[in-house]
Every structure is written in C-alpha cells, then in structure tokens.
C-alpha cells in the first residue's frame, strides 16, 4: 500500500499548483480521502475530503473558494487544485485514506515571494 504526494513547490502569493496524491495496492475508487496539510510544530490539520465517487466534498474555512479537491478513479488519483494561494498556506501536505489510516510522505508547500 502506497500513496505518493507530488506538485509541491515554491510559489508566490497569488499563484496557483495543483498537488496530486497517486493511491497503490488497495481499491481506490471505493474510499473517501482527504488531503491534511502540517505547519511546523504543530498537528496535521484537515483540508479537503472527497468522498468515494467524487460526489461529494468538504472543505475548511481557510481554504473555501480557493482550493478544489478532485479524484480520477481510472487512474487512481486524488488532485488538490489550490488558487489564490497565501503565505499562510505554506506546510507539508498529505494525502490519507481515513478508513485505513493510510498516509503518504507528503509534499512541501512554500508560497512566498
């Protein structure tokens, strides 16, 4: 079992990166996931779930309106599109699947100018 987080980078403010978490060994298209983020210090906090079939979705109050969490079960993936991106967005993002507890290594946010 693995998930494998990518598109992570340096940005500046304003800008946009869309973060995609690739799922391997286990049956993807039947788990709602979510995308966490981690500022230093501090614990994992939860920024988008999307449900099993992409119906359905959630996300915090600090990212509403500019982050869009997608998934393509042919190819096993979770997307996390973020616009309009702050230096209060910089963190580790993580993909998870809740029910397993799964969790990928996670990939550097930084925006910044």
């Known amino acids: 079992v693995q998930l494998v987080e990518s598109g992570g980078g340096l940005v500046q403010p304003g800008g946009s990166l869309r973060l995609s978490c690739a799922a391997y060994?286990?049956?993807?298209?039947?788990?709602?996931m979510n995308w966490y983020r981690q500022f230093p210090g501090k614990e994992p906090e939860l920024v988008a779930t999307?449900?099993?079939?992409?119906?359905?979705?959630y996300y915090a109050d600090s990212v509403k309106g500019r982050f869009t969490v997608t998934r393509d079960n042919a190819k096993n993936t979770v997307y996390l599109q973020m616009n309009s991106l702050k230096p209060e967005d910089t963190a580790v993002y993580y993909c998870?699947?809740?029910?397993?507890?799964?969790w990928g290594q996670g990939t550097q946010v930084t925006v910044s100018s």
């Open positions: 060994g286990f049956t993807f298209s039947t788990y709602t």
């Open positions: 999307i449900s099993s079939t992409g119906a359905n979705t």
């Open positions: 998870n699947n809740p029910r397993r507890n799964y």
